[in-house]
């Protein structure tokens, strides 16, 4: 079994709060938009930030607490949308930095709001396989960087940052009981970048400004996010994936401690909590002072929680991630 040792969080110090962007945008209605967003205020990186920064000062806490232990990792799985370059990789990167043994394998996953449940998946074949004993996931984005400022569609939901999480053979029979991933690959188009990459490369019809039905204003080059389109596909996905994950392992929303569910908007969360029957003080909201942090939401906020102790060593959780792609991953985990 694997288990997860140790998860420490980086985020941007500079903030945009909702204040900030009422002085520019005074007609859009933040009274609906936080109603249904539920964020206040975002964390957003500086000029010279990148996801591989968040992961560096996130290693370097848990080093500081003797938690890293850099000489006994195997491997080195980066889960980002937003790496510092085309090519190396972050991983490739972050291996350097960290000076570890040349005997590590080291690549990045390209995912979205599922994506740490994805690398808990592989983290998890890895160490059962008997590939690796000790993995490092790391998990960071900034993206911010690629949406518009006047969408506000996207601009009022994401905040930047990044979380690293230490897997390891389970020396007691806890750790991640069971874990499952689903892809409806079909649906691709309802969130992406529509230009940058080799099937649409950038051109200066790209980057020309367009606004959408709703008011909001996007290039070809900025996220694009059919947001009722996105909850409407997961609503009726989410609920069936956590019931078969809880009925295969012969659990009942009852014998789960806390749910950390991807912070996707209050909406989101909301309406999982009801359609799921689950207690309030069970799930975690993590979402109002940093907004939507993609892949890193899930760790983000279980890391927060333990600090604030809403989550305690010793309690069963159920994590579920979704996103793009479409995708999404659930998983029981002994903390």
Known sequence: MTALEAIAHSIPAQTLTNAGLRANYPAWDFDQLEKAAGVFSRRVCAENETALDFVVRACEQLDSQRRLRPNEIDAVIFCTQSADYIMPPNSCILHGKLQLKTEVMAFDINLGCSGYMYGLQVADSLIKSGTANRVLLATADTSTRFIHPGDRATRCLFGDGGAVSILT????????????CGTAGKYYKRVM?????????????????????????RT???????????????NSTIPGAV????????????????????????????????????????????LADIGNLSSSSIPVALSRA????????????????????????????DL
Not at 256 to 270: C, K
Request: proline share 2%.
């Open 193 to 217: 970048v529509p230009s940058g990459g080799m099937r649409q490369r950038r051109t200066a019809e790209t980057a020309r400004e367009m606004t959408d039905e709703s008011g909001n204003v």
């Open 243 to 286: 019931r078969t994950i809880l009925e295969l392992n012969q659990l009942s929303v009852d014998d789960i401690d806390v749910f950390v569910f991807h912070q996707a908007s209050l909406v989101a969360l909301d309406t999982l909590r009801r359609i799921l029957k689950v207690p309030e003080e069970k799930m975690i909201y993590d």
């Open 220 to 234: 070809e080059e900025n996220l694009a996010m059919d947001g009722l389109g996105v909850l409407s596909f997961f």
């Open 169 to 180: 053979r389970s020396e007691n029979g806890r750790g991640i009981r069971d874990i499952r």
């Open 306 to 333: 333990f600090e604030s102790g809403k989550t305690k060593l010793g309690q069963l959780a159920l994590l579920c991630g979704f996103g793009q792609g479409l995708s999404w991953g659930t998983a029981v985990v």
